[in-house]
């Protein structure tokens, strides 16, 4: 009676552990950090196409492949950095660090949605999926080598983000503006730069041995960073409303510079005020003056883009 009870339970049980790997691989893939890979979107955008049913389609799909690409990505890095995330005091709750999922469940997850999402982007259009590989490519590099090297581990995490605008524009086969391209860096510059001195305060004198390029790095100089990024974002993204090709002749696009100045300007108030900036995607999803800011942005843009000439 007790080994059927037993078999009982196990038969019980089972599904509930299957279910129980299926959620802890979909937080591996980190959903919330997705919104990173929106910067696909701007070739849409910004080429004053968001509104054809065919390249919205073309680009949606895009976005979803970056997304399977880079959580295949976050499952690998995981798998890379199992022994020094289970000293983190956030990090060793990820499911492969607290052990709601193998090693080897992991590695096959990865795997399969890599073989999932190359085949898919060379479907949709090959310069796509040139563009994943990079991408893929670049963030393996990063997981295993880049990353320990200093000033150049955030400059492949800006270069990740400019592969997301370029995947994003080959997807529909479009041009735009190379200054979209210099903003792109400098404010995924920005957003790395805040993280690692996030990171630094937070593990304070055991940052070296969670992620060894801390050591290469001081709060006053990623201070110093952080000025000249933010900076030459808000210049940068100056020239271009006036500049660039692809927008109205008549300058209405600076009317959005005040936006991101005070959104950069509220970002290192977080950062600098409340200790913030180690997950941009949360900081982005939850402070309230930054999301209306963004919402701001976004209206006045796509107002001035779509309907003004």
Known sequence: ?????????QVMEAPRA???VVVGI???????????????FAGLVFSRNLFVPELFLRTTLAFVLFCLVSGAVYLINDLADLEKDRRHPVKRHRPLAAGVITPWQGAVAAALLLAISLPAAFALTPRLALALLAYLLLQLAYSFKLKHIVLLDVLVIAGGFVLRAVGGAWA????????LYVCTILLALFLGLAKRRHELLLLEENAANHRRILD????????DLLGIVSSATIMAYSLYTFSADN???NHAMML?????????????????RRNEGGSPESVLLKDVPLIVTILLWGITSLTILHFVR
């Open 26 to 40: 979909v937080q591996s893939l980190r959903p919330k950090q997705w919104t990173k890979n929106g910067i696909v």
């Open 18 to 20: 299957a279910s129980q």
């Open 172 to 179: 529909i086969n479009v041009p735009i503006s190379p200054w």
């Open 256 to 272: 959005t510079i005040p936006f991101v100045i005070y959104g950069i300007f509220r970002y290192m108030y977080l950062v600098h």
């Open 216 to 223: 290469e790095y001081s709060t006053p100089l990623l201070n």
């Open 1 to 9: 009676m007790a080994l059927e009870t037993r078999e009982q339970v």
């Open 247 to 249: 927008l109205p002749r």
